[in-house]
């Protein structure tokens, strides 16, 4: 299953493009390699006489009906938050006396995503800004604290200014989420307009027979301008 581990991986962020590019022929292709890799590790489990696909199955059954009371049970809910926060709880409850809350959270998520899986769960027990506005504050706070921990600093000792930007993005994390913005989907879209608009400055100079090398800052500037007028 290791071996197989890193190629799963690699197929999620497949289906995330996808998904992003609201590409829906990939879409349905790379939930096809996923659906694949799921089979695969049930078969690797079965052969190990570990599991099968009926297990798997079964244990999502089983998890979907304790979690939802409110759908395959009598519970009665005001509303979805309500319905978020019963999630939570339940899947406290599901854990032994040694988990906590935020164990629920991968160490081995990326950074953006974990920040704000921590910051939701934190959220579901109420530990939480109770007017989202006051976040801009702390936004404000770190941002301060990181400027003067950079004009304080050398460059060979960034250690500190590391961990100031480290809480700037905390921070920032949380103001979208508490403003209901993805922060991973919206750097994603913002990476991905980078590299169209980077593409075709590049492509528009060799076009020219010149290389990025070669011009000045200002020369690619207003290509640059350009670009963001064609691709967006």
Known sequence: M?????LTIEETYELSEAILMNDNKNISKE???????????????????????????????DKLIYRHPHVFGEKEVSGSQEVISNWENLKTKEKD???????????SLPSVVKAYRMQDKARA??????????????????LTEFESEL?????NNLER???EFGDLMFSLINAARLYKINPDSALEMTNMKFRKRFDFL????????????????????????EAKKVVG
Not at 2 to 6: D, F, G, Y
Not at 36 to 59: C, P
């Open 161 to 163: 200014a590391e961990k």
């Open 125 to 142: 027990v109420g530990f939480d800004w109770d007017v989202k506005e006051d976040v801009w504050n702390k936004v404000k706070e770190e």
């Open 151 to 155: 004009r304080s600093t050398s460059d």
């Open 31 to 61: 939930l096809g390699d996923i659906l694949l890799h799921i089979v695969f590790y049930a078969k690797i489990g079965k052969e190990q006489k570990n599991f099968d696909i009926s297990d798997v199955m079964n244990l999502l059954c």
């Open 97 to 107: 006396g040694n988990k906590t809350i935020l164990s629920g959270v991968p160490e």
């Open 202 to 225: 590049e492509q528009r100079v060799k076009s020219q027979g010149r290389s990025l090398k070669e011009m000045t800052l200002a020369e690619m500037d207003v290509i640059w301008e």
């Open 2 to 6: 290791e071996s197989l581990r890193p």
